[in-house]
C-alpha cells in the first residue's frame, strides 16, 4: 500500500521560510515524479513544484526562485523549502506521486501553510 506523508507546515511570518517533507512507502521511490501542489481557500488545486527521476524540476510561476523542490531517493522522501514566504503562500499543502506512463496518482493527506502578514 502506498503511503505519502507530509510534515513541516506551520505558521510563519510574511519573509520566512518552511521546510515541507513527503516520506514515501510502498512504492520504488527512485523510478517516480513526485510533486508539492497546494489548494487556498476557494481556489483550486494547483502545482507548486515537480521533480522528476532524473531530478528534473518544473515549478509555478509564482514560486520560481523562492522554493526549492529536492529529493533523496535513499530516504524515499521530496522536500520543498520556501523562503520569502508571503500571505499568497497560504494553503493546505499536498505531496503528490506517480510513474510517468502510468495512470495511478498517490496523495498524501495535506500540511498546513499559514503566512501571517
Known amino acids: 500500500q502506498v503511503q505519502l506523508v507530509e510534515s513541516g507546515g506551520g505558521l510563519v511570518q510574511a519573509g520566512g521560510s518552511l521546510r515541507l517533507s513527503c516520506r514515501a512507502s510502498?512504492?520504488?521511490?527512485?523510478?517516480?515524479?513526485m510533486g508539492w501542489y497546494r489548494q487556498a481557500p476557494g481556489k483550486q488545486r494547483e502545482l507548486v513544484a515537480a521533480?522528476?527521476?532524473?531530478?528534473?524540476?518544473n515549478y509555478a510561476d509564482s514560486v520560481k526562485g523562492r522554493f526549492t523542490i529536492s529529493r533523496d531517493n535513499g530516504k524515499n522522501t521530496v522536500y520543498l523549502q520556501m523562503n520569502s514566504l508571503n500571505s499568497e503562500d497560504t494553503a493546505v499543502y499536498y505531496c503528490?506521486?506517480?510513474?510517468?506512463?502510468?495512470?495511478?496518482?498517490?496523495w498524501g493527506q495535506g500540511t498546513q501553510v499559514t503566512v501571517s502578514s
Open positions: 503528490n506521486a506517480n510513474r510517468p506512463g502510468y495512470p495511478t496518482v498517490y
Open positions: 521533480i522528476g527521476r532524473g531530478a528534473n524540476t
Open positions: 510502498g512504492i520504488t521511490f527512485s523510478i517516480i515524479t
